[in-house]
T-cell receptor, first 114, second 111 residues
Framework: ETGVTQTPRHLVMGMTNKKSLKCEQHLGHNAMYWYKQSAKKPLELMFVYSLEERVENNSVPSRFSPECPNSSHLFLHLHTLQPEDSALYLC?????????????FGPGTRLTVL | QKEVEQNSGPLSVPEGAIASLNCTYSDRVSQSFFWYRQYSGKSPELIMSIYSNGDKEDGRFTAQLNKASQYVSLLIRDSQPSDSATYLCAVTRNSGYALNFGKGTSLLVTP
C-alpha cells in the first residue's frame, strides 16, 4: 500500500460511454498526477495538479478531462474514447518538485475500450 | 526532445549474482533521479532516489550517478528471483513536476 488508491481497478467501456476514474491520496502530498501506460511505451504524463491548480500543459485529447476538487482527490473523466486509449491509467502523488518529487503510484485502472 | 534511454533486456542473471541496470538521459538540466520497480500487472514502486554524483546504498540496492556522463545506474546485489521485474529509470528537473521515464529494463533472476 502506497497511500494512493484508485477506483475502479478494471473498466470496460464502449466508445460512446462516459465514465470517470477516481484517485485519492492519504499522504498529505501537494501534487497529483495522471499517467498513461501502454505496452512498449514509456509512462506518459497526462496531467499534473499542484494545490488543486493544473500545472504543466501536456498534449492530451479533449476526450480526457481531469478534475481536482481538493488536494487529496483527482478524477479523470472519459468520454467518446477510442480503442487506442485502452491502457493502464496510473495516478501518483508527490510532495512537490525536485527532491520532493518522489512520486508514489496507485494500483492503476486497467481500461479497455471496445 | 528530452529522452531517457534504457536497454529493454531481458537481462538474465543467476540467483546471488549482481544485476547491473543502466540508464542515460539527454537533458543536462536534470537534477533528480529515481528508480522504480514494476512487477507484471502492477504499478511502479519507488525503490531509490539519487541527487548527487556518486553512490547511494540502500540494503541490496546501490544507485550510481554521473552527471558529467549523463548516466545513472542501479546495482542489485545478491539478486533473488523476487527481484524479477521491470526497472524504470526516471529523471526530472528541480523546477518541474514531470518525471521523464525510460521504457524500462526487464530483469530475470534465475534460480
Amino acid at each position: 500500500e502506497t497511500g494512493v488508491t484508485q477506483t475502479p481497478r478494471h473498466l470496460v467501456m464502449g466508445m460512446t460511454n462516459k465514465k470517470s476514474l477516481k484517485c485519492e491520496q492519504h499522504l498529505g502530498h501537494n501534487a497529483m498526477y495522471w499517467y498513461k501506460q501502454s505496452a512498449k511505451k514509456p509512462l506518459e504524463l497526462m496531467f499534473v495538479y499542484s494545490l488543486e491548480e493544473r500545472v504543466e500543459n501536456n498534449s492530451v485529447p479533449s476526450r480526457f478531462s481531469p478534475e481536482c476538487p481538493n488536494s487529496s482527490h483527482l478524477f479523470l473523466h472519459l468520454h467518446t474514447l477510442q480503442p487506442e486509449d485502452s491502457a493502464l491509467y496510473l495516478c501518483a502523488s508527490s510532495e512537490g518538485t525536485g527532491r520532493l518529487n518522489e512520486q508514489f503510484f496507485g494500483p492503476g485502472t486497467r481500461l479497455t475500450v471496445l | 526532445q528530452k529522452e531517457v534511454e534504457q536497454n529493454s533486456g531481458p537481462l538474465s542473471v543467476p540467483e546471488g549474482a549482481i544485476a547491473s541496470l543502466n540508464c542515460t538521459y539527454s537533458d543536462r538540466v536534470s537534477q533528480s533521479f529515481f528508480w522504480y520497480r514494476q512487477y507484471s500487472g502492477k504499478s511502479p514502486e519507488l525503490i531509490m532516489s539519487i541527487y548527487s554524483n556518486g553512490d547511494k546504498e540502500d540494503g541490496r540496492f546501490t544507485a550510481q550517478l554521473n552527471k558529467a556522463s549523463q548516466y545513472v545506474s542501479l546495482l542489485i546485489r545478491d539478486s533473488q528471483p523476487s527481484d524479477s521485474a521491470t526497472y524504470l529509470c526516471a529523471v526530472t528537473r528541480n523546477s518541474g513536476y514531470a518525471l521523464n521515464f525510460g521504457k524500462g529494463t526487464s530483469l530475470l533472476v534465475t534460480p
